[in-house]
């Protein structure tokens, strides 16, 4: 049977489960060399979600990778394997350790997952390696679209914010300063500290600032010898007992989930904030196609994203309300960031790794 004849099939299935018609469906014509895989997740219905999910049972499975914590993808998956009645397989690790797998498996035609949601400078270059498919969601008008790629063969689920987090018994709030400027003063040495990756947050900043301008706010911050910690979560946790008093590039989700345990932590958005989006994406050659589908649909839904954001993540659907965005934010492109890694590392290793 033609892979044209197959998704005819499938379609079938989703307009009798539904008992309406579907609605803006690719034509045949337009689905010319398309692999099954891309038919599926480019069908428009009106609305497909019973028929999607009764196919994606029949799959049964799924295995997604991500660089979530257990104690904010748990939740989610868990919600979905109770109202779905499919099982997910979750491969956990660091976003360069999901690049790193999901290049290789590809390399070596190994087709292991079937959706991946990490940061998404990572997701953008398994677009430019061709390891993705585009797909349709309904909820996709709900998102950001000035975070969405051109592409379109990733969409952003959450955001993480690059925001300034401190431990409440060792700085008050009152004396943070409105720009990050303003940590240059020298009473500020010995107080600050940085995550060891961040050098693409550093070009962000240096492009919103103006290169003269940003470089000397970096070459100054250099000078206070900044604590350099490696991972977001360990600054995080240092912060939060008290080893490093505050982080410059804290994100978000971070500093808020360790809140709302009761650490002795907040945070400030001090300008200029950097957002950068996460993405979420499905391998063009998912094994479970359907199952896929219906969870990437599910993960940008109102639903689940209300999940996220009761966790302490900023949610990407500008539907659910919350209080995790609401100050003034610059967005940086994912793109860029790839593009500028090699001058913005470079100058980061320099300032802040070199000792």
């Known amino acids: 049977m033609s892979s044209i004849a197959l998704l005819a099939s499938a379609l079938v299935i989703l307009s009798s489960s539904m008992g309406g018609v579907l609605a803006q469906s690719p034509s045949p014509m337009a689905l010319q060399g398309k692999t099954p895989n891309e038919q599926i997740f480019l069908t428009r219905a009106q609305d497909k979600s019973a028929g999607l999910a009764e196919l994606a049972k029949k799959e049964g499975v799924l295995t997604l990778y991500s660089s979530m914590a257990p104690s904010e993808i748990g939740p989610i998956v868990k919600e979905f394997e109770r109202k779905f009645g499919i099982k997910v397989d979750i491969w956990r690790s660091t976003s360069e350790g999901i690049l790193q797998r999901t290049l290789n498996e590809n390399k070596a035609k190994k087709f292991n997952f079937d959706v991946v949601e990490t940061n998404a400078p990572e997701v953008e270059i398994l677009a430019r390696e061709r390891v993705l498919a585009e797909f349709y969601s309904p909820h996709q008008a709900d998102l950001p679209q000035n975070m969405v790629p051109k592409h379109k063969l990733w969409v952003p689920d959450r955001v993480n914010f690059y925001v300034v987090a401190f431990n409440t018994n060792a700085v008050k709030k009152e004396d943070l300063p409105s720009h990050l400027e303003g940590f240059l003063q020298p009473k ?148 860029a960031m790839i593009d500028g890694a090699e001058k913005w590392n470079q100058l980061w290793s320099k300032l802040f790794l070199v000792k």
């Open 188 to 335: 500020w040495r010995g107080k600050l500290g940085l995550e060891s990756t961040d050098g693409d947050w550093m070009g962000a900043v240096i492009s919103e600032l103006g290169e003269a301008r940003g470089l000397t706010l970096f070459k100054k911050l250099s000078e206070l010898k900044p604590d350099v910690r490696k991972g977001h979560n360990l600054l995080a946790q240092m912060i939060s007992n008290g080893e490093v008093p505050l982080g410059l590039t804290t994100y978000l989700g971070n500093a808020q989930s360790l809140k709302q345990r009761g650490a002795p932590v907040d945070w400030v958005a001090i300008e200029p904030v950097i957002a950068r989006p996460q993405g979420l994406a499905l391998s063009k050659n998912a094994p479970h196609p359907y199952a896929a589908l219906l969870f990437a649909d599910y993960f940008i839904s109102p639903e689940a994203q209300t999940i996220l954001n009761d966790l302490g993540r900023p949610p990407a659907n500008m539907n659910v309300k919350s209080k995790l965005n609401q100050f003034n934010y610059v967005v940086a492109d994912p793109a």
